[in-house]
Structure formats: C-alpha cells, structure tokens
C-alpha cells in the first residue's frame, strides 16, 4: 500500500496546518495589508487626478475666456484709435485745404488787380504810343481820333 495511516501522517498534517497558520500571520496578512494599501493610495491618487483635471480644465475655460475678452477689448482700443486718428487726419486736411484755398484766393485777387493795374498804367501809354508810330510811319504827326477806352480794351484783348 502506498499511503499508511500512522503517526507520521497526522505529525504531517498538523505540521502543515501550522505552517500554513503562521505563514498567514507572518507572511500573507502583511502582503494582504501592504496591497490593500497601495490600492487605497492608487485609488486616492486617481481621484485627486481627476479633481486637478477638472480643475486645470476649469482654469483653462477661464483663461480662454479671457483671452477671448482681451482680444476683443485690443480690436476695440485699436478700431478707436484708427477711428480717432482718420478723424484727426480728416480736421487736420480739411483745415489745410481751406488755408490753401484761401491763400489762393487771395493771390488770385492780388493777380487780378495787379493785372488791372498793370492794363490801366498801358492804357495812358497806348495812345502816346500810337501818335508815336503813327509819326514815324507816316513820317508827319497826325492827330489820332477815335481812341477811347473801348477800342483800346479790345486791342489789349478784354
């Protein structure tokens, strides 16, 4: 028979049973312990993630946001002062135009007159001009009659 019932086999067994009983308290209790542990702390460690991942993504909206008002805000600024300065550019030009305008104006009337001063001063010269080529042409004098201000308007051209 392979197997025999005797002393040695209970001494087996009990010896067995008590290994196992103290391998269970020494050995396998504090493994059980160290890995419910560090499930507790992996577990912990998830969740503190998932709350700093909300709250990263949180700040992220707000800082888009923000972003997103500040942009706006620099376009406005920008625009205004576009806006402003054409405006100003606008004043600016039309205030020069007049004061060219103006200057023009005026050296237009000191042009006019001064051509009508000019026409006027060679209107008393005309006639004494045409007795004198009349005299050197003719070779005598001869009184010229007929000339007035009219004909001497339309020979200067008005």
């Keep these: 028979m392979l197997l025999q019932l ?3 086999l209970i001494v087996l067994i ?3 049973v008590s290994f196992m009983f103290i391998m269970q308290k020494i050995f396998y209790a504090p493994v059980r312990e160290l890995r419910e542990e560090r499930k507790t702390y992996i577990e912990n460690n998830k969740a ?3 709350q700093i991942k909300r709250e990263a993504e949180v700040v992220l909206k707000d800082y888009n946001s923000k972003i ?8 406005k600024i920008a ?3 576009t806006s402003q300065a054409n405006n100003t550019k606008s004043a600016i030009l039309q205030k020069k135009t007049e004061q060219v305008n103006s200057r023009i104006n005026s050296y237009k009337q000191y042009i006019d007159h001064s051509k009508n001063e000019a026409k006027e001063a060679l209107k008393s010269q005309v006639a004494s001009l045409a007795q ?3 005299a050197k042409v003719l070779g005598e004098e001869v ?7 009219e004909v001497i308007d339309r020979a200067m051209g008005r």
């Design 68 to 75: 997103i008002s500040t942009k706006l805000k620099a376009n």
């Design 6 to 8: 005797d002393s040695t």
């Design 79 to 81: 625009s205004n002062s």
């Design 14 to 16: 009990i010896s067995f």
């Design 132 to 134: 004198t080529i009349s």
């Design 48 to 50: 503190m993630v998932e």
């Design 143 to 149: 009184a010229i009659s007929g000339i007035t201000s």
